[in-house]
């Protein structure tokens, strides 16, 4: 294979939602399984929907999710600029060179009359297209005479500058995951390529970037598919050679009910965004990934494997290792579903493969908040307690705040089950069995507590439940032994005598 060049284009219109994060991210494995270029394009001629700081939170976003790009806004490169806005000039000769070579027209519809149109078309519950079916009764250069569209053009009469399809065309799009889709020229409506204003549309300028970018596959997803044939058709017009297409299959809900949508995040409570956003106008902050705390790697695994598979059953994987498994035959082309409880379990497998010298760096600094001293031996210790146990980093106190305080209530469903009149009198027992054991060996204390509850023909799991109760609070947690080599058999005679007194009030 020839060298890809491959872009991601968003438009900066809001925060970036992990589809479009997805859709980079796929690009990216593309350029770089091929030794291909992956290049950063910002789409903004849609000036009605700018919204400041977006594109400035796109870079940040793949800066903190450790994807680079080769070429972009952000780091230039020979096909610059690549923001659209600033490319604004070179638009207009292209719509001229389709108006020359009659794949284009004038249109001076005035808004409102195409609404009254659409409208009409509603009420009998039709849809208004300007398309070859429509487009000889209404206001363009195809109906009105050279002259006249002279004189609109000299007084400067708003228009705009349309695609117009060849009738009743079979346009093939070839898409790489989902084969050919075949769509009638006749069902489509001739797009807006060019505005009076000196902007060039989406589709318009989307095509002579693609082409002067010397893009060779187009990666994204599903809903730009509608506008497939349209673009196929400008390459034609134009003489080009088109890119490959492929286009991604949908990000669903968790319950696969339509597309994956912030408000579900909301309701959920997950982010659909790689980093917080501040909303400029309205005020409204959404959450992030990075803010949640989620390990960027954990991120870009998870959201890969949302639509591709490597086939092979792997889940956990680099970044390199999913460039070298990566090929767009896998990618799936049915909606994939988004797993909440599967993302944690992502982050989680990614805390797991941290040292434990990192994640307790995270938590001395969470224990100064709380003005909790301890050494950084103990500290690691805390670690490889609780590490098992956590999603997030922010777990790791509430798996391990009973190493720290007492507990703040004992879970009552397990006293009812478990506390009995002689429980009390069973945990002093114990306690005065930790207290000979000098020094104190976590293996021996285990055994000889074990002993004396099996001397004593007492019930093991009630009796050891007990004990977790009085220092946990609750029927969880890491091995009781270590537990209580971590508090210390002082503290550990005082959590028992402590909870015998309190339950006994309960
Ligand atoms: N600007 C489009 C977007 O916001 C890009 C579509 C494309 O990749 O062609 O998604």
Redesign the pocket.
């Known amino acids: 294979m020839i060298k890809p060049r491959v872009?991601?284009?968003?438009?900066p219109?809001g925060p970036l939602h992990i589809g479009?994060v997805r859709?980079a991210l796929y690009n990216y494995l593309f350029a770089k399984k091929h030794g291909g270029t992956f290049i950063l394009r910002i789409?903004d001629t849609d000036q009605t929907r700018f919204v400041p700081g977006a594109e400035a939170y796109i870079v940040e976003a793949f800066k903190w999710l450790n994807i680079e790009f080769d070429e972009g806004v952000h780091v230039g490169g020979a096909c610059g600029p690549y923001k659209q806005s600033e490319r604004k000039a070179m638009y207009k000769q292209y719509a001229v060179q389709l108006l020359e070579s009659g794949w284009a027209y004038y249109a001076f519809d005035s808004a409102e009359s195409l609404d009254m149109l659409r409208k009409a078309a509603e009420a009998e519950k039709k849809n208004f297209q300007y398309d070859v079916h429509s487009r000889l009764s209404l206001c363009n250069s195809l109906t009105l005479g050279a002259e006249e569209v002279s004189a609109k053009l000299a007084a400067d009469e708003p228009y705009v500058i349309r695609f117009k399809f060849p009738e009743n065309r079979d346009i093939t799009v070839r898409d790489l995951i989902r084969g050919d889709v075949i769509v009638n020229s006749n069902t489509l409506d001739d797009k807006v390529l060019y505005k009076s204003d000196g902007m060039p549309t989406?589709h318009l300028a989307?095509i002579v970037d693609?082409h002067t970018m010397d893009i060779t596959h187009?990666?994204?997803?599903e809903?730009?598919l509608p506008?497939a044939p349209l673009?196929v058709m400008l390459y034609h017009a134009f003489g080009w050679e088109a890119p490959q297409f492929a286009h991604l299959p949908l990000l669903l809900k968790p319950d696969g009910n339509g597309k994956l949508s912030k408000r579900d995040g909301d309701r959920l409570g997950f982010p659909v965004f790689p980093l917080e956003w501040h909303d400029p106008k309205s005020g409204e902050v959404s959450v992030g990934y990075r803010e949640t705390g989620y390990v960027p790697q954990a991120v870009v695994n998870m959201l890969a494997l949302l639509g591709w598979n490597p086939g092979n059953g792997q889940e956990v994987m680099t970044i390199e290792e999913m460039t070298a498994l990566f090929s767009i035959e896998k990618i799936n082309k049915s909606g994939a579903k988004f797993d909440p409880e599967k993302a944690k379990w992502f982050n989680h497998k990614y805390l797991q493969m941290m040292s434990n010298e990192l994640l307790a760096h995270a938590f001395a600094m969470q224990l100064a908040e709380k003005n909790i001293n301890e050494s950084e031996e103990r500290i690691l210790k805390v670690i490889s307690l609780v590490k098992e146990r956590i999603n997030f980093t922010k777990d790791i106190w509430e798996q391990s705040a009973f190493l720290f305080e007492p507990p703040q209530q004992y879970d009552e469903q397990v006293i009812k089950k478990r506390w009995k009149s002689d429980t009390p009198e069973h945990l002093q027992a114990i306690a005065a069995i930790l207290t000979e054991e000098k020094p104190f060996c976590k293996e021996h204390a285990h055994n000889r507590t074990v002993a004396w509850i099996q001397d004593n023909a007492l019930n093991m799991g009630q009796i050891m439940n007990c004990l977790r109760i009085a220092l946990v609070g609750a029927a969880k947690g890491p091995d009781l032994f270590e537990i209580i080599d971590f508090l210390g058999v002082e503290e550990v005679t005082r959590r028992i005598k402590r909870a015998i007194s309190i339950i006994a009030l309960s």
């Not at 872009?7 to 438009?11: D, G, I, K």
């Not at 187009?218 to 997803?221: A, P, Y």
């Open positions: 872009r991601f284009a968003p438009s219109t479009g859709t789409e989406y989307n693609d187009v990666i994204r997803g809903e730009w506008s673009h």
